[in-house]
T-cell receptor, first 113, second 115 residues
Framework: AQSVTQLDSQVPVFEEAPVELRCNYS??????LFWYVQYPNQGLQLLLK??????LVKSINGFEAEFNKSQTSFHLRKPSVHISDTAEYFC???????????FGTGTRLTVIP | EAGVAQSPRYKIIEKRQSVAFWCNPI?????LYWYQQILGQGPKLLIQ????????DSQLPKDRFSAERLKGVDSTLKIQPAKLEDSAVYLC?????????????FGPGTRLTVL
């Protein structure tokens, strides 16, 4: 069985400060890992994903995440946040060949001016 | 490119009533998903279609929920009769195939409130 844990339900951070949103997963098989973002009143959008290859993956808007197999983690980081990064962030896991995306409970990032 | 369309955006009904949600995926996308997102939780897959066939409906409460995608394009999700615990956002997503390499694109969702 697969599961995803996002321990922080809310993360407030000041503008231009760094942020880390934590994600840990549990799976007995190899996995694909995803971060989705949901801006207010909008649908989920894929932010970045790890399928294979380099364990460090980056998005176009400055976020990055590193797949750590030994710690079963896929934490999301940004060195300097903007007001526009205020949103809910969901970590998700999927097994190769499986249909289902398993989502965490989400972390609400609030950037304070 | 138009995104995934869903309607209605909001629906309020009383328990034991019926409700239906509609989804139109991105043109050409063969795979369509319905997710349920209860407040404070992540989305949970209800059903997945590949063209007009069901790939996975293991998490769909079949005693009250049904879904169809008759022509392999748009889809309808129905709840009959609704219960209080069905209050949630219902998300539709589509992708060009079932492969994890193909991104799932999500619609804005339908927020259902059951009173």
């Amino acid at each position: 069985a697969q599961s995803v844990t996002q321990l922080d339900s809310q993360v407030p951070v000041f503008e231009e400060a760094p942020v880390e949103l934590r994600c840990n997963y549990s799976s007995s098989v190899s996995v694909y890992l995803f971060w989705y973002v949901q801006y207010p009143n909008q649908g989920l959008q894929l932010l970045l994903k790890y399928l294979s290859g380099s364990t460090l993956v980056k998005s176009i808007n400055g976020f990055e995440a590193e797949f750590n197999k030994s710690q079963t983690s896929f934490h999301l980081r940004k060195p300097s946040v903007h007001i526009s990064d205020t949103a809910e962030y969901f970590c998700a896991v999927r097994s190769p060949g499986a249909n289902n995306l398993f989502f965490g409970t989400g972390t609400r990032l609030t950037v304070i001016p | 490119e138009a995104g995934v369309a869903q309607s209605p955006r909001y629906k309020i009904i009383e328990k034991r009533q019926s409700v239906a949600f509609w989804c139109n995926p991105i043109s050409g996308h063969a795979t369509l998903y319905w997710y349920q997102q209860i407040l404070g939780q992540g989305p949970k897959l209800l059903i997945q279609f590949q063209n007009n066939g069901v790939v996975d409906d293991s998490q769909l409460p079949k005693d009250r929920f049904s879904a169809e995608r008759l022509k392999g394009v748009d889809s309808t999700l129905k709840i009959q009769p609704a219960k209080l615990e069905d209050s949630a956002v219902y998300l539709c997503a589509s992708s060009s195939s079932t492969s994890a390499y193909n991104e799932q694109f999500f619609g804005p969702g339908t927020r259902l409130t059951v009173l």
